[in-house]
């Protein structure tokens, strides 16, 4: 009998570029502050996060939720960031900003993999098992050694709260805060549903030892992937801009006549060509772009 691979829905890995000389999270505040942004912002924008590793460059999470709320998380996520090194006054450390990139996972063996890449993430620097490293979740699943670590936060007081965590944002007060200020990820990562998906410890550390060859080509597919992102990204930055000189309108609200418009002044200008990106970026089809000459 023939093995079918069991699908799955909003699942998804979020995270931003490895290989960019900016470091954003280089020392323990601004790792602090990553770690409760994540927090924070899944929250608020109702997404269940499964696994979360910080490391100097980048972040990644295994996160779940409807599309729509996955893509207002990392762009919330991103506002936040790129905000507390603006007023921090070190933009330059995010360069023109941290970009997140948002792969859905189609299957139940990928997602077993993704939350495995995460917590092996920062094992290109860090010399023990990913359930020692301080900036992720890998301690938690099956074992929980710090589920009871820290102060709960309904022993700080609102104004300390807000002074704690930089957000007005009223959080669950059983949340628990360490003793550098950041909310333990047992907290808000989910890890009774990660141990249901592996279902065993076996399986869990099975999935733990992975092939050198296959993890470097996951990290290939995953630096192409944030790539196109990028190509997307910035193609719909600059067809925002048009928009907004052309029609006085934001590009997602912009009517479909304008959007075609932006569309026709980027390839005659020679911004863009005739592309699936290009349609994608502009919230247009494919097909659309064939009424322009």
């Not at 829905?9 to 790792?31: M, Q, V």
């Not at 090194?85 to 070190?90: E, R």
């Not at 050694?145 to 309904?154: A, F, Q, T, V």
């Not at 997602?252 to 863009?272: H, T």
């Amino acid at each position: 009998m023939e093995w079918i691979e069991e699908t799955v829905e909003n699942y998804w890995h979020i995270y931003s570029d490895g290989k960019r000389a900016d470091i954003p999270f280089l020392t323990d505040e601004d790792k602090v502050y990553a770690r409760n942004s994540v927090a924070i912002c899944a929250f608020q924008c109702r997404v269940t996060i499964l696994a979360v590793t910080i490391n100097d460059t980048h972040l990644h999470a295994v996160a779940r939720a409807p599309e729509e709320r996955a893509l207002r998380f990392k762009e919330r996520l991103r506002n936040r960031l790129y905000s507390y090194h603006k007023k921090g006054g070190h933009p330059e450390r995010i360069g023109g900003g941290l970009y997140f990139a948002c792969d859905p996972i189609p299957t139940r063996t990928k997602l077993k993999q993704k939350i495995i890449y995460v917590l092996r993430n920062c094992l290109d620097f860090f010399p023990f098992l990913p359930g020692e490293y301080p900036w992720g979740s890998g301690n938690l699943y099956f074992a929980r050694s710090e589920i009871r670590l820290g102060k709960p936060l309904c022993d700080y007081s609102r104004r300390e709260q807000i002074m704690i965590l930089r957000t007005n944002t009223l959080l669950p007060q059983d949340w628990r805060i360490d003793g550098q200020g950041s909310v333990t990820p047992a907290s808000f990562v989910d890890y009774r549903q990660v141990e249901s998906i592996f279902v065993t410890v076996r399986a869990f550390i099975a999935f733990l030892y992975v092939r050198k060859e296959d993890e470097e080509a996951m990290k290939r597919d995953v630096g192409r992937a944030y790539l196109e992102y990028r190509k997307l990204d910035d193609l719909r930055q600059t067809g925002n801009r048009l928009s907004q000189n052309l029609c006085k309108h934001n590009l997602r609200m912009a009517p479909f006549e304008a959007r075609l418009k932006v569309a026709s002044r980027m390839i005659r200008e020679r911004v863009a060509v005739k592309s699936e990106s290009l349609a994608k970026a502009l919230y247009l089809k494919l097909e659309d772009l064939d009424r322009l000459i």
